[in-house]
């Protein structure tokens, strides 16, 4: 296995800390998301109308 040095080991770090930035930035919005249409749904009391 190769050693990684200098810029290929500051790349390497960006790509992992864009990556986790990714993934709790889309958590978050999914869960967001979801849980804003159940409160509408609940509020205005409609049933989905079509499950896909």
Known sequence: MTDL???QL?????VAEVTIAF???KIAA?????T???LIS???HV?????A
Do not use: C, H, P
Request: aromatic share 8%; glycine share 12%.
């Open 5 to 7: 040095k200098g810029s």
């Open 10 to 14: 500051e790349r390497f770090s960006k």
């Open 23 to 25: 993934w709790v930035m």
């Open 30 to 34: 999914t869960t967001s998301g979801e």
């Open 36 to 38: 804003g249409l159940d």
């Open 42 to 44: 609940m509020t205005l």
């Open 47 to 51: 049933a989905m109308l079509a499950v």
